[in-house]
């Protein structure tokens, strides 16, 4: 067996991993080892703005589909993730959003988080960040690695949508991450001068130069290797099926998301007792929490056709896929070098005093996770939970490493989430009869007019379980508090196990208001201040 060894083992080169093990690796005399299952991310639809939906449908993406959902008529919720470095950075649509202050200072009030309020994680956002805008202000940086910078290039019909959300009396929004997150507005977006951002090109790129940093891509971990309840080492196959055991002489730390991290828990024998039982696992530490608290964004986009062809349909095909790759080769200009998903809203529907439903709006019809976009001139506005109160749980089928795991979603099991959804789908139909839009719109295709939006509504209920999929966020199956249930501790400590942390999006004992991708990044590098503050 192939045997290595380092400081520190970071399991997992998606957002979290690259951002993490490049802060390691800035102490000198600690050698890092950043593990990745996927290949490098040397994908062209990658780093091309426009092309991420050609991304998501490549070998760098794999789906997690979950058991027949009752909550959606028993349909499988299908949640693609990336399986290449930069994870969900390298195949997302770009938006740079961090959720609410109000969100991380539930996580103090309501979970124990200490070190984890709105103050505490702000400092970290904004070294992280290059606003091309928005500069160095009180609530954005200036001269971090990410670079954040508004849309190259705005659609006119995406234009039209804002406007008329500022008719229902939305209010005009020019930064989704400042003050207020309420309104409608154009993204700010992690994509500049026709290239992606991602966590692996502007985190770990610029320190894989560096000696003490190895970076290990198809090397697929199936294990920990834990001795007196210390975690000593990680046990993977190379590509070839070949054993390769890692070994770490501080810490190792599982950046693997919300799917694998809490699977490599339990494979390890860290989890519920009963199912380690279930699967002849040696129970190492009975954490029951291992693989609960699943939460997701749901979305339910109300789509219409437009009479003329002014949406993105066809971009991607003969003459004018010709002409918009010309105008990117050769100019570094035009559609390729934009996200798509340009605007979007959040808005309070509920009366609750914070938003409670973010919208994304599209000159185009994105299908459902993992599928093209539909195959005509359409634009959507999409409605999706913020706060899900619906609660899933991750399981394994067996103690195999290779078996996938045992999903349940629940995505709309608690009633509140399909409440807001309904709210969701009405305002987004009050914004598609405004005046300055519907001119474009031949018929609303989803629900339909056949559907009624009125309160109580029994069709449109069904509608939306018909309808309803990811927004690309799981989350919570880690999650920190300071209570004794908790998997970690507020220092992302796994409790009852040395050396061990997590520092992914399942840590969140509740998921933000908002996008994940820059929250992912915070947590990383909130974990490297604990570590490296460990070791001073």
């Known amino acids: 067996m192939k045997t290595l060894e380092f400081d520190f083992v970071v399991v997992g080169g998606g957002a979290a991993g690259c951002v993490l093990a490049a802060r390691l690796a800035q102490d000198s005399q600690a050698s890092v080892a950043l593990v990745e299952r996927g290949r490098r991310d040397r994908n062209p639809w990658i780093h091309i703005p426009a092309t991420f939906f050609k991304a998501i449908q490549s070998r760098d993406v794999e789906a997690q589909t979950s058991e027949p959902d009752p909550s959606l008529e028993n349909r499988p919720f299908v949640v693609p993730q990336g399986r290449v470095l930069g994870g969900g950075t390298s195949v997302n649509g770009m938006i740079y959003m961090r959720g609410q ?196 964004h749901v979305g339910a986009p109300l789509t219409a056709r437009m009479n003329d062809n002014l949406g993105l349909y066809g971009a991607d095909q003969g003459l004018k896929a010709l002409g918009h790759g010309l105008n990117y080769l050769l100019r570094g200009q ?26 994304n709006i599209a000159p185009f019809a994105p299908g459902r996770p993992g599928m093209p976009p539909l195959d005509f001139h359409a634009l959507q506005i999409h409605p999706m939970t913020m706060r899900p109160s619906s609660r899933g749980r991750l399981g394994l089928r067996s103690s195999d490493p290779a078996d996938s795991l045992r999903f349940h979603a629940a ?64 989350s919570g199956t880690c999650r920190m508090g300071g209570d004794s249930e908790a998997v970690l501790d507020p220092r992302l400590r796994v409790r009852g196990i040395e050396g061990l942390r997590v520092a992914d999006c399942s840590v969140m004992p509740a998921l933000v208001s908002g996008n994940t991708g820059a929250p992912t990044m915070m947590i990383a590098d909130r974990c490297a201040d604990f570590m490296l503050a460990d070791i001073a």
Not at 215 to 220: A, K, P, R, S
Not at 334 to 344: D, E
Not at 413 to 423: A, F, I, N, Q, S
Request: overall charge negative; aromatic content about 6%.
């Open 334 to 359: 035009g559609l390729l070098t934009t996200n798509l998903l340009q605007g979007g809203a959040c808005v309070d529907t509920s009366g609750s005093g914070r938003p409670d439903v973010q919208y």
């Open 101 to 296: 202050a109000r969100d991380y200072d539930d996580w103090v009030d309501v979970f124990g988080c200490e070190g984890w309020g709105y103050a505490d994680v702000l400092p970290v956002f904004r070294r992280q960040e290059r606003n091309t805008r928005l500069g160095d202000d009180p609530y954005h940086g200036a001269s971090g690695p990410l670079v954040v910078d508004d849309p190259s290039e705005k659609h006119p019909v995406t234009q039209r949508i804002i406007d008329a959300a500022v008719d229902c009396g939305v209010p005009l929004s020019t930064d989704f991450n400042g003050a207020q997150q309420d309104g409608v507005g154009w993204y700010q977006v992690t994509a500049h001068r026709g290239r992606r951002q991602s966590a692996a090109t502007c985190f770990l790129r610029p320190a894989l130069g560096r000696e003490n940093l190895a970076l290990l891509t198809g090397l697929d971990v199936s294990r920990l290797r834990i001795e007196g309840r210390r975690a000593r080492a990680v046990e993977a196959v190379d590509e070839a099926g070949a054993p390769v055991l890692i070994t770490a002489r501080r810490e190792i730390v599982l950046t693997a998301g919300s799917f694998q991290s809490p699977k490599l828990l339990m494979l390890s024998g860290i989890g519920p007792r009963a199912q380690l039982d279930r699967h002849g696992i040696e129970v190492i530490e009975d954490a029951p929490e291992v693989g609960a608290n699943y939460q997701d």
């Open 411 to 474: 995505a709309l099991g608690h009633p509140e989430d399909l409440d807001t959804l309904r709210r969701g789908v009405r305002l987004a139909r009050e914004i598609l009869n405004q005046a300055g839009l519907r001119e474009l719109v031949a018929e609303e295709v989803w629900p339909g007019p056949g559907v009624s939006v009125a309160v109580g509504s029994n069709n449109l209920d069904d509608a939306i379980r018909a309808q309803a999929r990811t927004i690309y966020h799981p």
